[in-house]
């Protein structure tokens, strides 16, 4: 076991040995340093790609195909933080530079040998965003006939651009993603336009359900340049987050169109650009952007279940995405069908206002108490006590980035032990009442099912106890065979009856949102997105080592997709937008180890 | 002279000893700690009340008067930043406790005796800000019958507030001042109102004319609790301004009404409350609020100066604060009466748009470059290197409040000994022009300009430039005797054509504004704001030790005057906060040494 001094001496020998291998161009002895377990998650610096190179083989191809171009130089050690074990591995931050641009990464040695290596590009060589020492001056000393000032300035800009200046960029979607993104562009000067359909940011939060929280805390969910307040609550009700979306649209100068749909958009290969169709307050305008970035959420299309007998029901029926509030419904019989997120906020929203309520649970769901949830899982990287201890956002973004996604599992699983015995009683009462609780395959519990198949979770807020406590009723392991009008059929046989069904039944992949814009054969160019290839229900592989698709090259020229909850729309806004930039100036981009395609939805 | 590790003991030795003088009651032993030039600033925590206590005898009254009350313990020597030498004298921070509250401090030694001590109240036991760690949930855990969800609770309490409940405070004035010390007032649920008369929140600063970009760069002008983003311009233009406040003011959530004129208020000395008739979107509104603060801007009412001819003048002419454009005046004979700040940059428009333009200077200037101001004024405390350095916005102001008024023209006379060597050439060429030059009375600056007149400077930004080009020409000691139709008779003869005459002839003091509101004998009672009594002209004794009026209890029970530039307005907003809502809570607030009225204008 090496002590923390040594390991910091060792962390420099083994970055002086890579330093120098990589320099002559001696990609075996570059190999000869990774262990036989090793990982290499690269973020654009080298591969111009999201990509995870797993064992030494795969790293050795890499650098056999990428080497040569990225050119890196420049290693060192950080500082602070300094070298450091963390239980029993040595960790190390670095900084490099290669042709493009800066990068950041994160080191961790097991036996003198690297066992993951993270590697990101910060900034590219001349393209430094405007910021800090670099800021914009604001004004140019001297006087001098200036035909504009700033409010004219952007007012004219924003006239031109869409009509006669051309965006490089169109993103398709104004929520937090196509707004993180905008503003790492528009801090990199890439001329962007953001579609949004709704009639004003943040839109997309407000029409959500009425009780809706968010249920990440603040410190993970930051978004880029500007951060929350100290005074902004630990869960942020959605109506706040749609106000700062808003202002944040404004005050970072953000070229947002409301009220505005893209309709259509195809790509021509011979001019290499996007031809784009989008009503903006009704009117049809055209677009050519280069690059087209889908940015329309983690969920796309609402899977819609089409139930027998349901032109016979009638009482209400309709999709989780749909529902506002339970006020119309004191005293009435409530059906949710599905036991995720959507379902248990949903089901206890309806029993506030009084309504009877019974969800069926058609499977095992991951529950998590928030508290519990707050403190395993969130506090060493996003607290209050991570940021006191230096652990800016920044650095947690890279931190948690630097945990491959095949390693990922085995440290949740010992998590959600903790997690289990922590709340042993609680898991104890949701059980009794029939409610059918579960981990996941691998017991590796609720972020792991997010990154796999983004469902099968709830984050407790109260819901559970309601289940608990039969405030809510549960029916498990069954689905509605048959409407009828005042009632439905289950698969068991049982009949109940029903003034309203919720479906919480789900969503499509993202790239279906693809199939009406682009075409069909586009959304099956591009394929699935998200989700690891790990082979669990809803996760078929091969295993793709990164979600599919994400903030890189897809399997379509200049289609792009964005987004993710907070934490990864603004960490990855920045991969995205160098990525971007990059095209935008010219400069080359040889990516490496472009994803295939194995599903389309 | 003491070494940086010597001093640190040398500070903990003197804290201690102040200590256990304070704790014993032992005034005499406690006014012996300090030197011979002594100065005490106490922001609060000690006085109740903004004052600069000098010499021993005024800090052993002071101690006398208050120490039983305040009862202060726990200090303690701060070890980030830690004791060290500044210029050979040692610069300690400390933290404490007094019954009501905690304060920080900064204690600076000169062999061995204090020589400035500056404490300040940092917030109320049992009232702390709800932030960082104590920042609000957002959600109760577990569901519940709610009544409401954020936005419904947001919009009831607005709804109510100035209706069904009365605010605590009201705030006359929606600059960044009210709504620095709204935001204060929020964090400590102080209810409370903004009055703003214009039609949206940023108005005071889109209103101004057309170039307006601040004078003072960014590191200087943060709000609290919300800093501009890194990469915010150095020096920020009118609307950008306007839009950051305008947003600060709804994510903030403040109770802030746009199109709403405070007519009349008058205190009811026997329900100790304020009846204030407001003008609400044309509608009249009654509010009856406990404590009632001005800030309206530290310049009152224009300066109208009546000129003898005016009624046959065929040009325009008005006052500077009416300016918007220089756009009509092309080819046109322009006449800017004054050389201070506003006369500078109106000038500079003018010349811009193509006028002609004639400087009438009454009196010297004193004019800084920018670029030379920002590295020899502001570099050490307000910068990109100063953050970098550890140097926060809080720690930046508390160290700026650290200097008494009485020694802060020394220092400055020597840093404008220093801008006049660096920049000879540039006054050489400035004072060639005829343009009269000076550097204050006592050649101690602009900043020292600023505390004491409010006026007669200039920060330069380019219309410098011009004057000394002679682009725009400059009369010296000359006023306007007459006017004629077309043109301007001067008091040493000479006649001018003139189509436009802007008098950029200052404003009166702040108390000013209180005399259409609540009556002529308030404004007496309270008397002139700012200035410090240094004996210059339009600054005439006696000597103040602070500025007047401002932050602090005044001459009218609950009347309070809040404002000054965004640095003002940001640091001192906590301290009347902290003021107001000790009297809403009841706490004892015995106020020491509460200003004496001097002047009324």
Same mark, same amino acid.
């Given at each position: ?20 291998? $990589?320099?002559? =161009? ?7 340093? /990774? ?95 405007? #910021?800090?020492?670099? %800021?914009?001056? @604001? ?59 709704? &009639? ?26 500007? #951060? ?35 309709? %259509?958009?195809?790509?021509?290969? =011979? ?35 089409? $139930? ?17 509030? @339970? #006020? ?26 009084? &309504? ?20 395993? @899982?969130?506090?060493?990287?996003? =607290? ?21 996604? %095949? ?18 009683? /609680? ?36 819901? =559970? @106890? $309601? ?14 065979? %048959? ?6 059929? $289950? ?31 586009? &959304? ?78």
């Amino acid at each position: 076991m090496v002590e923390g001094i040594e390991f910091g001496a060792q962390a420099r020998s083994w970055l002086s040995a890579f330093d120098h291998a $990589l320099a002559a =161009s001696d990609v075996d002895a570059a190999v000869r340093l /990774f262990g036989d377990e090793c990982f290499w998650r690269d973020l654009v610096a080298f591969t111009w790609n999201v990509k995870t190179l797993e064992g030494r083989g795969e790293i050795e191809a890499m650098l056999r195909a990428n080497l040569a171009a990225i050119a890196p130089s420049g290693w060192r050690i950080e500082d602070d933080p300094a070298p450091h074990l963390v239980n029993g591995v040595g960790e190390a931050w670095l900084r490099f530079e290669t042709s493009a641009g800066r990068g950041r990464g994160v080191l961790r040695l097991k036996d003198g040998k690297a066992w993951t290596l993270l590697t990101t590009l910060e900034e590219l060589k001349g393209f430094e965003e405007r #910021k800090a020492e670099k %800021r914009p001056m @604001g004004t140019t000393h001297g006087v001098y006939r200036r035909e504009r000032n700033w409010l004219e300035a952007k007012q004219a800009e924003e006239d031109a651009l869409g009509a006669t200046k051309q965006p490089y960029c169109l993103i398709i979607g104004g929520g937090q993603g196509g707004i993180a993104l905008g503003a790492r562009l528009k801090q990199l000067d890439v001329p962007t336009i953001i579609v949004e359909k709704n &009639a004003r940011a943040g839109d997309s939060w407000r029409n959500r359900y009425r009780s809706l929280v968010l249920h990440d805390p603040v410190w993970y969910d930051h978004l880029p340049y500007l #951060k929350f307040p100290e005074n902004w609550p630990v869960f942020a009700p959605k109506d706040k987050i749609g106000d700062w979306l808003e202002m944040y649209v404004k005050v970072m100068e953000l070229n947002y169109w409301t009220s505005a749909e893209c309709v %259509r958009a195809a790509y021509d290969e =011979s001019s290499r650009e996007w031809n784009v169709e989008v009503r903006r307050d009704g009117r049809p305008v055209t677009l050519k952007p280069k690059q087209l970035v889908f940015a329309t959420g983690a969920y796309g299309p609402p899977n819609e279940i089409a $139930l027998p007998g349901a032109d016979r029901f009638e009482g209400q029926i309709y999709h989780s995405s749909h529902y506002k509030t @339970g #006020k119309p419904y004191e005293g009435k019989s409530c059906i949710v069908v599905g036991s995720n997120s959507s379902a248990h906020d949903i089901a206890a929203d309806l029993w506030e206002y009084g &309504a009877e309520v019974t969800m069926l649970q058609r499977s095992p769901t991951t529950v998590v108490r928030s508290e519990t949830l707050m403190e395993l @899982g969130f506090d060493a990287l996003y =607290s209050e006590k991570a940021v006191k201890s230096g652990i800016t956002t920044e650095r947690a973004d890279l931190l948690f980035a630097a945990t491959p996604f %095949r390693v990922m599992p085995g440290q949740q699983i010992l998590i959600y032990k903790e997690i289990r015995k922590r709340d042993a009683a /609680f898991y104890a009462r949701l059980a009794k009442s029939g409610f059918q609780l579960d981990f996941g395959e691998d017991e590796s519990g609720l972020m792991m099912k997010a990154m796999r198949t983004g469902s099968g979770y709830y984050i407790d807020v109260g819901a =559970s @106890g $309601l289940i608990a406590n039969g405030d809510i009723k549960v029916r498990t392991g069954v689905e509605i065979s %048959r409407l009828k009008p005042r009632s439905v059929a $289950l698969t068991d046989g049982a009949e109940l009856p029903a003034d309203l069904i919720v479906l919480a039944t789900g969503f499509q992949s993202m790239n279906r949102a693809v199939a009406p814009i682009v075409s069909e054969e586009v &959304a099956d160019k591009v394929g699935k997105c998200w989700g690891l290839g790990s082979g669990v229900a809803n996760d078929p592989g091969p295993w793709e080592g990164e979600p599919r698709n994400m903030w890189k090259p897809t399997q379509q020229e200049a289609l792009w997709f964005h987004g993710g909850n907070l934490h990864l729309s603004r960490h990855f806004s920045l991969f995205l937008a160098l990525q971007l930039k990059a095209r935008m100036e010219g400069l080359p981009t040889p990516v490496y180890g472009l994803q295939k395609v194995h599903h389309k939805s």
